[in-house]
């Protein structure tokens, strides 16, 4: 296997991130995921996202509750996440999206970001 390129490097820094953001708040993050980018738009998918509160109200059939938590932890987290994948690539965040699934046990977090000429621009 060979080691990642600089692309690859921020590409992990950003999962590394959102699983870490993920973590802090919720107690335990994703045990899995990958990010990938492709022109202004970055999308980190998450695998094995649940605490065992969620999963028992999931199996109890309340994965409603469980995804209105999730939009209400999504909306309150949009800026640090967005600010983390700032940081990280150097350019600004456009638009965030984020979605859950229940089965898969999956999460998307979605970035639609400033076009490389305009973070270039803004620097000058």
């Known amino acids: 296997m060979t ?7 921020m590409l992990l820094a950003v999962t590394n991130s959102i699983v870490g953001l993920h973590r802090e708040h919720y107690g335990r ?3 899995r995921g ?3 980018m492709q022109d202004d738009y970055l999308v980190c998918f998450l695998e094995d ?4 509160a969620e999963r028992t109200l999931i199996e109890a ?3 409603a509750a469980v995804h209105g938590s999730r939009e209400a932890f ?18 600004r965040v456009k638009a965030f999206l984020s979605q859950v699934r229940a089965d898969p046990d999956v999460a998307v977090e ?3 970001l400033e076009p490389e000429t305009e973070a ?3 620097l000058d």
């Open 49 to 52: 996202i649940y605490t065992k």
């Open 110 to 112: 979605a970035f639609w």
């Open 120 to 122: 270039v621009d803004r």
């Open 34 to 36: 990958r990010t990938i």
């Open 74 to 91: 999504q909306a309150a987290m949009e800026t640090r996440f967005s600010k983390s994948v700032e940081e990280i690539t150097g350019r």
């Open 29 to 31: 993050g994703a045990t």
């Open 3 to 9: 080691a990642p390129t600089g692309r690859g490097k």
């Open 61 to 63: 059939g309340s994965f």
